[in-house]
T-cell receptor
Framework: GDSVTQMEGPVTLSEEAFLTINCTYT??????LFWYVQYPGEGLQLLLK?????DKGSNKGFEATYRKETTSFHLEKGSVQVSDSAVYFC????????????FGKGTKLTVNP | DAGITQSPRHKVTETGTPVTLRCHQT?????MYWYRQDPGHGLRLIHY???????DKGEVSDGYSVSRSKTEDFLLTLESATSSQTSVYFC?????????????FGEGSRLTVL
């Protein structure tokens, strides 16, 4: 079945450091890919998405490129801030009538001043 | 922000008691979902609904039932709560079934079963 594997956390960085959170997927067909973020005490919210191969999603300085050849959708940010501390979830949603979103296990990011 | 309200936000109950969590939306979205979030497991789908009275099981549906009698309300029921159902439960909604559709999440309901 469809699945998402993302790097284990937690990840701890200093402010202004470069961030990469790896995400790979297994899916039948051609999925859409998402990154969701969960700030402490809140629900998940969409960070960015890409719907086809080679698309780049971007938002709030975060970027991820849909790589079909490596089945990957790694999240990157050039300079993290303390306010980026959160749990990040990679997710996929397949075509063909599937209404479900499949999530990775989440990666907790802590950014220290 | 999407209009999604979960209630109760926090509940402590005892093993064997029934529990109902409510998700209410004001967006008139067709699709509604219940997920549970546990450390080391991420989010796992319990049940979802694709219309009034139309529901289907997710990957962890055992011990849970759902009902949707109105577009705006999606209820999750634990008929006889167990300690393994201690979790944070999230409701989500989506306007369409298309693969590009975004899910909007509620703030979560924390359930503790003693």
């Amino acid at each position: 079945g469809d699945s998402v594997t993302q790097m284990e956390g937690p990840v701890t960085l200093s402010e202004e450091a470069f961030l990469t959170i790896n995400c790979t997927y297994t899916a039948t067909g051609y999925p859409s890919l998402f990154w969701y973020v969960q700030y402490p005490g809140e629900g998940l919210q969409l960070l960015l998405k890409a719907t086809k191969a080679d698309d780049k999603g971007s938002n709030k300085g975060f970027e991820a490129t849909y790589r079909k050849e490596t089945t990957s959708f790694h999240l990157e940010k050039g300079s993290v801030q303390v306010s980026d501390s959160a749990v990040y979830f990679c997710a996929l949603r397949t075509q063909g009538g599937s209404e479900k979103l499949v999530f990775g296990k989440g990666t907790k990011l802590t950014v220290n001043p | 922000d999407a209009g999604i309200t979960q209630s109760p936000r926090h509940k402590v109950t005892e093993t064997g008691t029934p529990v109902t969590l409510r998700c209410h939306q004001t967006e008139n979205h067709r699709y509604m979902y219940w997920y549970r979030q546990d450390p080391g497991h991420g989010l796992r789908l319990i049940h979802y609904s694709y219309g009034v009275k139309d529901t289907d099981k997710g990957e962890v549906s055992d011990g849970y039932s759902v009902s949707r009698s109105k577009t705006e309300d999606f209820l999750l029921t634990l008929e006889s709560a167990t300690s393994s159902q201690t979790s944070v439960y999230f409701c989500a909604i989506s306007e369409s079934s298309g693969s590009t559709g975004e899910l909007f999440f509620g703030e979560g309901s924390r359930l503790t079963v003693l």
